[in-house]
Antibody, heavy 120, light 113 residues
Framework: EVQLVESGGGLVQPGGSLRLSCAASGFTFSSYEMNWVRQAPGKGLEWVSYISSSGSTIYYADSVKGRFTISRDNAKNSLYLQMNSLRAEDTAVYYC?????????????WGQGTLVTVSS | DVVMTQSPLSLPVTLGQPASISCRSSQSLVHSDGNTYLNWFQQRPGQSPRRLIYKVSNRDSGVPDRFSGSGSGTDFTLKISRVEAEDVGVYYCMQGTHWPTWTFGQGTKVEIK
C-alpha cells in the first residue's frame, strides 16, 4: 500500500525557517516524481514544487521561488521541503503528492498533510 | 498562466439526484502529444485530496462508476449520476497540460440539501 507521511510542520515566526519531510513507503520511491502542494486555511490547492525521480530536475511556483528548496533522499525514501524567509501567506497545510509512472499521470497519491503556521 | 474556473462554487444536492460541476480553462488543455491532462479531485471534510478522474474521463481505481468526466479543449465537466452522502466535500479540477505548473480550480463545495 502506498503511504506518504508528512512531518515537520509547526508554528514559526515571519522570516523564520522550517524543513518539511515526507516519508514514502509501499512503492519504489526512487522511480517516482514528487511534488509539494499547499492549501491555506479554508482555501483551495496551490502547487508549490516538483522534483524528478533522480532529483536532477526541479521546478517551483513563482510564489516560493528563491525561498523554498525541494530535495529528496532516495536511499531514505524521503522527500523534503526547506522553507526559508517564511511569510504569513505561507501558512497552509503542505501535502506531498506522488505522480504515476506514465507521463501526465499527475498526483495520484497524496499524504495527509502537515500544517505550517507563520505568525508572530 | 492558465486560469481554471469552476462553477458553481457551491452545489446543494438532494440524495440520489445527479450533480454536475463545470471547469473551464483560459487556454486549451490539449497537449502537443494529443492528450488532455485534466484531472478531478475530491476532498472530503478533514481529509487530503483524492484523485477521481485523470485525462478528462478515466476513473481511478476504486472510484465508483457514478462519477464521470467529460469535455475537451477548454470546457470540462464532472458528473455524479446519483449523489450519496459520502460524496459531500470539495471538488477540484486541475490542469497538468501546461506542466511543470499545475493549476487548480477554486473548488466546488458539494453538500446535501
Amino acid at each position: 500500500e502506498v503511504q506518504l507521511v508528512e512531518s515537520g510542520g509547526g508554528l514559526v515566526q515571519p522570516g523564520g525557517s522550517l524543513r518539511l519531510s515526507c516519508a514514502a513507503s509501499g512503492f519504489t520511491f526512487s522511480s517516482y516524481e514528487m511534488n509539494w502542494v499547499r492549501q491555506a486555511p479554508g482555501k483551495g490547492l496551490e502547487w508549490v514544487s516538483y522534483i524528478s525521480s533522480s532529483g536532477s530536475t526541479i521546478y517551483y511556483a513563482d510564489s516560493v521561488k528563491g525561498r523554498f528548496t525541494i530535495s529528496r533522499d532516495n536511499a531514505k525514501n524521503s522527500l523534503y521541503l526547506q522553507m526559508n524567509s517564511l511569510r504569513a501567506e505561507d501558512t497552509a497545510v503542505y501535502y506531498c503528492a506522488r505522480d504515476g509512472v506514465s507521463y501526465g499521470d499527475y498526483a495520484n497519491y497524496w499524504g495527509q498533510g502537515t500544517l505550517v503556521t507563520v505568525s508572530s | 498562466d492558465v486560469v481554471m474556473t469552476q462553477s458553481p462554487l457551491s452545489l446543494p444536492v438532494t440524495l440520489g439526484q445527479p450533480a454536475s460541476i463545470s471547469c473551464r480553462s483560459s487556454q486549451s488543455l490539449v497537449h502537443s502529444d494529443g492528450n488532455t491532462y485534466l484531472n478531478w479531485f475530491q476532498q472530503r471534510p478533514g481529509q487530503s485530496p483524492r484523485r477521481l478522474i485523470y485525462k478528462v474521463s478515466n476513473r481511478d481505481s476504486g472510484v465508483p462508476d457514478r462519477f464521470s468526466g467529460s469535455g475537451s479543449g477548454t470546457d470540462f465537466t464532472l458528473k455524479i449520476s446519483r449523489v450519496e452522502a459520502e460524496d459531500v466535500g470539495v471538488y477540484y479540477c486541475m490542469q497538468g497540460t501546461h506542466w511543470p505548473t499545475w493549476t487548480f480550480g477554486q473548488g466546488t463545495k458539494v453538500e446535501i440539501k
